[in-house]
């Protein structure tokens, strides 16, 4: 029982591992988010990262992109301590917009994912362009090189953030509920991407998401944060109503219908949608 | 000094006076560096941040010539100092105007109350308010040069992180950008770029150099460096224009710079932007209707 809960996952062992976080507590001005969190993530995972509002989702983020120290416990990225800057990281903040007065081309915001970080002036540089093109069409995006940023739509904003974390050509991938604002055509479409650069490029990639279902078909993991705890494992292992109801702390169901969809009753969230 | 219709034989006679060589070759350097300066000032929603430089630099302005300094060294010291407190007051640009309008209320008053301590003659004043580029000395011409180059080569060497960090805050820092650092840098660019344009534009009309044509390029290329270009040429043409009006009529060179950019800006936003994305529809290059919903 302990161990759904403590997160000590064996399944797929074999990837090499990315992230280890052990006895991790995180939080703000010495106050825990979250507390007593094991985990470890490898080379090619699809994870996913549910929780209510304020449970400290954006935080592991903080914490792994070296925004933030963890209060206690330790926690590795690539092998060390998280450091800000890290180029194997590929980022996409949560309610990432851009002013719908930016009249700027949306090549130019893939272009600096690359080479925003260099010092000096050098717009003569094609190599970074025609790597930004190839980025753009990973993320399903070429058709938008050209148009300005300001006049994009929530869905095609969050291609080009897609291509603008991928540019670089990253290990890890950071998305921050990068399905929020989505309808349900353009949430499975932008999975369908992320899945994609996860198998081939064998990225390892955690999103942030509120709801599970559409996540299901590609996940290798998923954390639940809540009730300042964090369980980590397999679906299977954490989608349980046990799992879940020790985690918050209050009796909550899991249902499950033939086509594997789960609905999540007992929470006040839309974790998972009633079916 | 009258007009002719031979332009080669006006040009000779506007060359032909020190005082306009010397107003051609400050507004020149200055429109190059407003020009510059101003695509990242309009890039970053920063408008109201250099009008508050130009307010604070009025205090410093009137300051130095109380004590007996230059104007341009009090510009220098208050644009400074406020582009200083303004990078530190935090990294968002939201939020800011409140601070920023209380310190430029502040500002304004005590430039005042050091205009009325002040018992010279007042025209030094008016030219800090309204710009005089036309006492514009040599020496303020070697000044000018001095601070172009270091302005272009500041730019030259923040520009990428600069843009990415104006575009794309977040994954910026995530990154590991300096982002306080990158901001004190441009302030104070945006803070010298400021001191240098009031002498040409004064004080109350700094916008006219500093952020419509930045503005105004923004509309006509969506690839910054092309931006930058045509901000520059706007910035460089209504500065050359309003030289050569100025100069056989008996109005103020500021205004004419500040009317002839206004009338580019509203050709721009309300006729040739509305016309190329017509045209981008029609070519099929927004195949997909915009959609800001989904």
Redesign the interface.
């Known amino acids: 029982m302990r161990q759904h809960m403590q997160s000590e996952v064996v399944a797929e062992s074999n990837r090499p591992t990315l992230i280890i976080g052990e006895d991790l507590s995180a939080g703000y001005g010495g106050t825990p988010v979250w507390s007593g969190a094991n985990f470890s993530f490898g080379k090619g995972e699809f994870v996913a990262i549910l929780g209510p509002n304020g449970a400290g989702k954006t935080t592991l983020f903080r914490l792994i992109?070296g925004?933030q120290k963890p209060l206690r416990g330790t926690l590795e990225t690539f092998g060390a301590p998280p450091?800000?800057?890290?180029?194997h990281?590929g980022?996409?903040?949560q309610r990432?917009t851009?002013?719908t007065?930016?009249?700027?081309?949306c090549l130019?915001?893939v272009r600096?994912?690359l080479?925003?970080?260099?010092?000096?002036?050098?717009?003569l540089l094609h190599g970074d362009r025609e790597a930004a093109f190839k980025s753009l069409e990973a993320a399903g995006a070429a058709?938008l090189a050209?148009?300005?940023?300001g006049?994009?739509?929530?869905?095609?904003l969050q291609r080009i953030f897609l291509a603008?974390?991928l540019v670089s050509n990253p290990d890890l991938l950071l998305l921050d509920e990068p399905l929020s604002n989505?309808?349900i055509r353009?949430e499975t479409e932008l999975l369908h991407l992320v899945n994609n650069a996860v198998r081939t490029r064998g990225v390892t990639a955690l999103l942030i998401a509120h709801n599970i279902n559409p996540l299901l078909p590609h996940l290798n993991k998923v954390v639940y944060v809540a009730n300042s705890r964090i369980a980590t494992g397999t679906p299977r292992e954490v989608l349980t109503s046990e799992t879940l109801t020790r985690l918050y702390g209050v009796p909550v169901e899991v249902l499950k219908d033939p086509h594997g969809n789960v609905a999540i009753i007992g929470v006040e969230e839309h974790h998972g949608d009633i079916v | 000094m009258s007009f002719s219709p031979n332009l080669i034989a006006d040009l000779q006679q506007i060359w032909y006076y020190q005082f306009m060589r010397n107003a051609i070759e400050a507004g020149t350097l200055t429109a190059l560096v407003a020009g510059v300066t101003g695509y990242f000032v309009v890039l970053r929603r920063s408008a109201f941040t250099a009008h508050a430089f130009s307010e604070i630099g009025f205090a410093g302005a009137a300051w130095a010539v109380l004590s007996g300094y230059s104007p341009l060294a009090g510009l220098l010291l208050g644009s400074n100092l406020g582009g200083l407190g303004i990078a530190l007051l935090g990294r968002r640009a939201t939020n800011r105007d409140t601070q920023i309008g209380i310190v430029l209320a502040f500002s304004l008053g005590l430039g005042l109350l050091f205009l009325s301590l002040y018992v010279g003659y007042a025209t030094q004043t008016y030219s800090i308010l309204f710009g005089e580029i036309l006492g514009v000395s040599y020496d303020q011409v070697l000044e000018t040069v001095a601070a172009t180059a270091a302005i272009l080569v500041g730019i030259g060497i923040i520009y990428r992180p600069l843009l990415f960090a104006s575009l794309d805050e977040d994954v910026a820092e995530a990154k590991g950008m300096p982002m306080m650092a990158l901001g004190i840098s441009f302030m104070a660019i945006v803070a010298v770029a400021v001191s240098f344009a009031v002498q040409v534009t004064g004080v109350l009309l700094v916008f006219s150099l500093m952020v419509t044509p930045g503005a105004t390029a923004q509309y006509l290329s969506p690839r910054p460096s092309r931006a930058i270009a045509a901000s520059v040429l706007i910035a460089l043409a209504a500065t050359w224009l309003g030289l050569f009006l100025a100069f056989y009529t008996p109005y103020p060179v500021s205004f004419f710079i500040t009317g002839e950019v206004f009338a580019l800006y509203l050709l721009v936003r309300f006729v040739y932007a509305p016309l190329r994305l017509e045209k981008a529809h029609a070519g099929g290059i927004l195949a997909q209707p915009v959609d800001r919903s989904g």
Do not use: K, M, Q
């Not at chain 1, 450091?83 to 180029?87: C, D, E």
């Not at chain 1, 006049?151 to 095609?156: R, Y």
């Open positions: 992109l925004l450091r800000r800057g890290n180029p990281i980022y996409v903040p990432h851009i002013d007065d930016t009249n700027i081309e130019e915001l600096l994912g080479s925003g970080t260099r010092w000096g002036f050098n717009p058709d050209y148009r300005r940023l006049a994009l739509s929530g869905g095609e603008e974390a989505l309808d353009r």
